[in-house]
């Protein structure tokens, strides 16, 4: 076989099916730093997660790399510019997640303002005595105003969710100061503390880059306007999770729904004690449909430049052509 391919950890294995027709496929099962140091030497294709650092450090060691196929939509894992001046493809996932993760928000967003994690607790605990018209009171959501940070993909659809709910939707997005339409649903821009001001429920659907880490650091979140909530199912360094932690005690945002955490696995000390949070586990795209279409992806990325053509979701191009290419 011509070429060979690193998985840094396992995917579902039907996704890797068309690669394994023409390379010599390895599917690793978590590699520390020095392990993956190691076994990315004479590797020309990489599939790694977003959790795995492609970094400065592991690519001095990469002779052969000629595509990262990130497994994932956002790349912050990746150095980039390290990858473009050794004429590395770097590759990733969008769209196919999208449904997913917008789907993901709002069982979250409903979880946390209906207080439904609590309400199973307290039913398995034996807490529950029967009905009483002042337990486990939540918000309704209709007529209610949803912010919405950042509306790429993901973003726009959340949004045209809202249209069920008779949610009004206000944005911010640096690439968009005008209104938008999105299926049935009228989205006004806002700079970013308009919007905390004016929300009941923030959801953050950004890109984590120099400019967006800690966007919402302690003064932000103190923005929130009185008996808000607030959703992270994009990236977890977008939120001072140290400072949410405070502001969640004194009551103001109100609760939170976290899918990603500031230094993932680890969530910050004291938040899971707080019953005004919903934690879940980075399944903002689980499902199987979902899973198997990103791996897919990352699969074709890769095929593609091994066999000498333009991957479908590039990020990175290189800026020289790989030695020995014609």
Not at 57 to 64: F, G, K, M, Q, S
Not at 170 to 179: G, K, L, M, Q
Not at 280 to 296: D, K, V, Y
Request: proline residues 6%.
């Amino acid at each position: 076989m011509d070429g060979k391919v690193l998985v840094t950890n396992p995917v579902i294995e039907e996704g890797l099916s068309g690669l394994r027709q023409h390379f010599d496929v390895t599917v690793a099962h978590g590699l520390d730093p020095r392990q993956l140091r190691r076994a990315i030497v004479g590797v020309d294709g990489l599939l790694p997660l977003l959790t795995v650092a492609v970094d400065e450090e592991l690519l001095v060691h990469a002779d052969r790399l000629r595509v990262i196929a990130n497994h994932a939509v956002g790349y912050d894992n990746i150095d980039l510019e390290a990858a473009r001046r050794r004429g590395i493809w770097v590759t990733n996932t969008p769209g196919v997640l999208t449904e997913a993760t917008a789907d993901l928000t709002w069982a979250a967003m409903l979880a946390l303002v209906r207080r439904v994690v609590e309400g199973d607790a307290l039913v398995r605990s034996g807490g529950f005595t029967g009905w009483e018209p002042r337990m486990l009171l939540g918000i309704d959501l209709q007529r209610k105003t949803l912010g919405i940070v950042g509306l790429g993909q993901i973003g726009r659809a959340v949004a045209r969710r809202a249209v069920g709910f008779g949610m009004r939707v206000i944005f911010t997005d640096p690439s968009c100061d005008a209104p938008v339409e999105l299926g049935g649903v009228h989205c006004e821009p806002r700079d970013l503390e308009q919007l905390l001001g004016e929300a009941d429920v923030v959801t953050l659907h950004a890109p984590l880059n120099a400019d967006t880490h800690h966007l919402l650091d302690d003064r932000r979140l103190g923005m929130m306007r009185a008996g808000a909530y607030l959703v992270n199912t994009a990236r977890g360094p977008l939120v001072d999770e140290a400072a949410l932690t405070r502001r969640l005690r004194q009551g103001r945002p109100a609760g939170a729904a976290l899918d990603v955490f500031e230094h993932e696995p680890a969530i910050a000390p004291g938040l899971a004690e707080l019953p005004n949070v919903l934690l879940l586990p980075h399944i903002g795209s689980a499902t199987r449909e979902t899973r198997l279409a990103m791996t897919r992806l990352a699969a074709d990325n890769i095929q593609a430049v091994l066999q000498g053509r333009e991957p479908p979701t590039p990020v990175v191009r290189p800026d020289r052509p790989w030695p020995g290419s014609q």
